[in-house]
T-cell receptor
Framework: QKEVEQDPGPLSVPEGAIVSLNCTYS??????FMWYRQYSRKGPELLMY????GNKEDGRFTAQVDKSSKYISLFIRDSQPSDSATYLC??????????????FGQGTILTVHP | NAGVTQTPKFQVLKTGQSMTLQCAQD?????MSWYRQDPGMGLRLIHY???????DQGEVPNGYNVSRSTTEDFPLRLLSAAPSQTSVYFC????????????FGEGSWLTVV
């Protein structure tokens, strides 16, 4: 079983919809949680970063972490066609080189149609 | 500021051939790493380096070799390419620490026939 499981989708939503992306993980040593966005034929770029249970908001994006359930989510409000991309959850353990060793979910392909 | 630069963007190899994927960063990051991305698998860590002269293995190191002679460069070598190494390869760099952004290159698409 993979350490990080991500709903594979794909998701197709109309413009303006609220999108929910989710990951579960099994390694309780994971302490830092990230969401990356990857456009077609491009490298992943960091979208959100959080390390504590609860919600973190940045514009239309909200990252949610529940360490007790080992579950993280990314919500996108008022989704736009420009949000169409692959979304990857990633996480790391604490300390030293662990900060650089990302464990990724499989990625969810999101399409927002006008 | 170029960030993380990878070359080549696309490459086709025959089984058994060798090649090197180049990676350079201009952010003076001590930590650099290589990932491969396969359908349904996400990105997986191949090798990483915490500074010049220091490298270590990640999750899927077999068939790959790395070296780090300078802070800026971290090439990935395929010694004898196999079809199982057909993948998209990403180089990344960061300054180690909680909350520090890990920057990725644009990727190198490799096909082994």
């Amino acid at each position: 079983q993979k350490e990080v499981e991500q709903d594979p989708g794909p998701l197709s939503v109309p413009e303006g919809a609220i999108v929910s992306l989710n990951c579960t993980y099994s390694n309780s040593a994971f302490q830092y949680f990230m969401w990356y966005r990857q456009y077609s034929r491009k490298g992943p770029e960091l979208l959100m970063y959080t390390y504590s249970s609860g919600n973190k908001e940045d514009g239309r994006f909200t990252a949610q972490v529940d360490k007790s359930s080992k579950y993280i989510s990314l919500f996108i409000r008022d989704s736009q066609p420009s949000d169409s991309a692959t979304y990857l959850c990633a996480m790391t353990e604490r300390g030293g080189t662990s900060y650089g060793k990302l464990t990724f979910g499989q990625g969810t392909i999101l399409t927002v149609h006008p | 500021n170029a960030g993380v630069t990878q070359t080549p963007k696309f490459q086709v190899l025959k089984t058994g051939q060798s090649m090197t994927l180049q990676c350079a960063q201009d952010m003076n990051h001590e930590y650099m790493s290589w990932y491969r991305q396969d359908p349904g698998m996400g990105l997986r860590l191949i090798h990483y380096s915490v500074g010049a002269g220091i490298t270590d293995q990640g999750e899927v190191p077999n068939g790959y070799n790395v070296s780090r002679s300078t802070t800026e460069d971290f090439p990935l070598r395929l010694l004898s390419a196999a079809p199982s190494q057909t993948s998209v390869y990403f180089c990344a760099s960061t300054t180690l620490g909680p909350g520090n952004t890990i920057y990725f290159g644009e990727g190198s698409w490799l096909t082994v026939v």
